[in-house]
């Protein structure tokens, strides 16, 4: 399965932006998707993850109610849609596709996008 991650950009603090990731080779309706970001001289970290079967989404900490995973079926594309944007976001992100259980572990997944950069500054 191949992954193109798109939709990162420039955004104020307090701004939002919603991130793409388009797969092909292979549906996401069985899959798990996840977000990941990786800030310079930071360890790559899990952000969200949808569970293929239930749908049921998952967070770390720091952006739970400011960020929501999103997926739709019919176009085979997964979304993380990031409000309330702080420069504590900023990041290169990416999404990657796996199986078994939904999980913001960077190793649980074998297929990657190639990363967005998300800048926040004013």
């Known amino acids: 399965v191949q992954l193109q991650a798109s939709g990162g950009g420039l955004v104020q603090p307090g701004g939002s932006l919603r991130l793409s990731c388009v797969a092909s080779g292979d549906t996401l309706d069985y899959l798990n998707v996840g977000w990941f970001r990786e800030a310079p001289g930071r360890r790559r970290e899990g952000v969200a993850c949808i569970n293929s ?4 989404t998952y967070y770390t900490d720091s952006v739970k109610g400011r960020f929501a995973i999103s997926r739709d079926i019919a176009v085979n594309t997964a ?3 990031m409000n309330v944007l702080n420069d504590e976001d900023t990041a290169v992100y990416y999404c990657a596709v796996g199986s078994g259980s939904c999980s913001l572990l960077p190793s649980r997944y074998r297929h990657w996008g190639q990363g967005t950069q998300v800048t926040v500054s004013s």
């Not at 079967?53 to 049921?56: A, E, Q, S």
């Open 53 to 56: 079967v239930h749908g049921n």
């Open 79 to 81: 979304y993380l849609q």
